[in-house]
């Protein structure tokens, strides 16, 4: 067990764990984040993306060692209220299902809208390209990362 001190959603921790322990898991289970999904564990789905210093990781493939000093936004973390561009667009655009894989895809859409107000169809389908909806919902998880774009292009916040 070794100390080992993040920044998590603001707020700097420091956390008593394994070194290997993967940050998803202290996320959910020392922190009680539990937005923050398990998905594969092999970092292919995109359950458990977060943000690490604004870009997005697989926090089931970030050992804890790995995440000293650094910071991360879970999507609790990505705004107070709900009232970021993607997360209203999500809710406007019906997109969740089962909701599972959605903190992820809201995380990586954030961080895309972060770098690219105004992202491509290209890019868009790059970013979220990686990312099981095990629903099926891509033609409105696409729209909703379509009508974000549209309003942090507009001067809404990204």
């Given at each position: 067990m070794a100390e080992v001190t993040l920044t998590v959603n603001g707020v700097r921790r420091a956390v008593g764990a394994d070194p290997g322990t993967p940050l998803l898991w202290v996320l959910r289970d020392e922190l009680g984040l539990t937005g923050t999904k398990y998905g594969c564990g092999e970092g292919y789905c995109g359950s458990c993306t977060v943000l690490e210093e604004g870009a997005p990781v697989r926090s089931c493939q970030v050992p804890l060692a790995q995440a000293a000093g650094k910071r991360y936004t879970t999507i609790e973390g990505l705004s107070n209220d709900g009232s970021h561009p993607a997360q209203r667009a999500w809710l406007e655009q019906n997109v969740s299902q089962c909701g599972f894989c959605q903190p992820g895809m809201i995380l990586e859409a954030a961080a895309l809208l972060a770098r690219r107000a105004n992202p491509t169809e290209e890019e868009i389908a790059s970013a979220l390209g990686d990312h099981l909806c095990r629903c099926g919902s891509y033609p409105r998880?696409?729209?909703?990362?379509?009508?974000?774009a549209r309003r942090a292009a507009a001067g809404g916040r990204p």
């Open positions: 998880i696409l729209s909703a990362v379509r009508l974000a």
